[in-house]
């Protein structure tokens, strides 16, 4: 026995004489990694000039935790800091910017436009470039005009002449099918179930779209006028007149060089001096990135992009949710409320809605903030609307672009029901339950009339509750929030108007109401984005704990996706109600002009 014990202990100190050796091991390689970090600096040339491609869809903002080695696309908010910091780096001269694609809302335009200003107090130039403009709407040209220059290449297209929406109505087809939707609303401007109960435009909805289009189109001459030195009835006359050819473009003042991407890049790096090299935007933001997000933070920037959804994003080492988990946004506020050196919270909010529970679960942390000390300042992205106004309603400040679109307050809930669908093609369904309501989601049988007056009335109450939170939050009168509610959406202008927007603008005019609040001298602004990252040993978890499931599903997805006329089916799906009462604003197709 005696033996025995000596051999288990010689094993036990074999293996831990192992582990210290391991742990040494990474210690030292730690420090001769810091040392050459040190010595070589962040990698970056002494004289540069980034480049930025904006012509695919950006998203406003890390959807999920984050994991050092994943290669995730470059985010709105990761250039507003990048930009930030380039503009007090001496060795950034300027900036160029590819366009063009049709990817950028207006409201992402008007963000990223006050970025490319502060960039350019800092005695930095811009020059956009631009293969053709060829979608109709205003927000790549709007964010070319922030631009020392615009360059367009020869014989290209310019069709930038205003805004547009629309969208699909299935009820026709429902008929036909004997499909039953059954879609209870509140209140006439929620059109998010009119692609399921009616067969052409609601004058609602014409009328709420109408007034959105135009004031996109205001805000883009607005902004793009004076930038151009033109009037607005000369610029307006200009987009009159698209399509056209970049050189009738350049005529009117629209454009001011004909030249491709190689010109304006050799004219940039020119213009930055002898030996300038270009440095893309993402591996600038990767040498900086422990500059966005400091240690010796005052206020806490927690981002909320996507649609909202109760419970936790369960993510692997390589990709990230594709939402807003109430469980994790709650979680990341109450550690920003619990961090001392955190004096106000920036929430940045690009969101249509989701669920209701989640949404009030996000709230609730909201107001705990503001409740402990925390004052609380919405910057909203492209659209924050239902859900995603909801979770804002009680901040001390909201703030919104011109063009942002908000509001929405309103509930939608029902399902379609297919069981005559079913029988059409000889196909039999059928049921069994225990419990008079237990099949009231069931997707075969439409509601009975009791069930149909119990969600009626559930909508009702969501309703009025969601109205209060909004009068409550904006300190408004409760017959104001509700002639401004009704399901309508706003932009940010329009919003103004009716105190559910305090102020219009970026994350950089949120951040400065957020010092105010704070009492925070502007010039010892400090920020800490969250989520917080996690570590290499929590991702590592992650992966091994679901990377074979994962992989296994993305084979899958990726044959399905390229199935003819399956992308259609998905966001048709996508876009009815999930079971219970929802927060979700309508889908306003961008690329028809925002």
Partial sequence: MIALLRWLRSILAAVLNGVAKFVLLLVLVAGVLLVFSLARGDGQPDNMVLTMDLRSSIADSATGPSFPLANRPVTI???????????????????????????????????????????????????????????????????????????????????????????????????????????????????????????????????QLTAVMQS????????????????????????????????????????????????????ATGRAGNGAKSVKISDYIKSRDSDFSTAGANIAVVEAAGEIADGTAQNSLLSGSSGIASDDLSAAIRQATRDANIKAIVLRVDSPGGSVTASDQILDAVKKAQKAGKPVVVSMGGVAASGGYYIAASAERIVAQPATLTGSIGVLTGKVSFGGTADLIGVRMDEVAV??????????????????????????????????????????????????????????????????????????????LAAQLARIDPAQMAFRIYPRPKGFLD???????????????LEGLSTLMHLPGVQGVVEAVRDAPRRGIELRAPNLPRSFGN
């Fill in 77 to 207: 908010m990761d250039l507003v800091f990048a930009l930030d910091a380039a503009g007090r780096d001496k060795r950034v001269k300027g900036a160029v910017i590819r366009l063009g694609g049709g990817a950028l809302s207006l409201a992402q335009a008007e963000e990223l436009t006050e970025v490319l200003k502060r960039f350019r107090a800092q005695g930095k130039f811009v020059i956009a470039q631009a293969t053709a403009f060829s979608g109709a709407g205003m927000g790549d040209y709007v964010l070319a005009t922030a631009a020392d220059q615009i360059w367009v290449q020869p014989k290209s297209d310019f069709a930038v002449s205003g805004a547009g929406a629309g969208t699909v109505f299935l009820r026709g087809l429902f008929d036909k099918i004997h499909a039953v939707p059954q879609m209870a609303k509140r209140s006439e401007y929620k059109s998010a179930a009119d692609m399921f109960m009616e067969k052409s435009m609601t004058a609602p909805d014409r009328e």
């Fill in 216 to 267: 996109w189109y205001d805000s883009a001459l607005a902004a793009a006028a004076p930038a151009r030195r033109l009037s607005k009835a000369q610029l307006q006359a200009a987009f009159e007149a698209s399509p056209q050819f970049a050189e009738d473009a350049r005529a009117k003042g629209l454009l001011d060089r004909i030249g491709y991407d190689d010109d304006a890049l050799a004219a």
């Fill in 435 to 512: 419990g008079k309501n237990t099949l009231m989601d069931s997707p075969v049988t439409p509601y009975t009339p009791e069930q149909w007056a119990a969600l009626n009335h559930e909508a009702d109450v969501i309703y009025q509750d969601f109205l209060g939170k909004v009068a409550a939050g904006r300190h408004l009168p409760l017959a104001k929030v509700a002639d401004a509610a009704r399901g309508r959406v706003w932009t940010g202008a329009d919003a103004k108007a009716h105190g559910l927007v305090n102020e219009l603008g970026g994350f950089w005019t949120a951040a400065r």
């Fill in 539 to 553: 991702g590592l978890a992650k992966l091994f704990g679901g990377a074979g499931d994962s992989v296994k599903a």
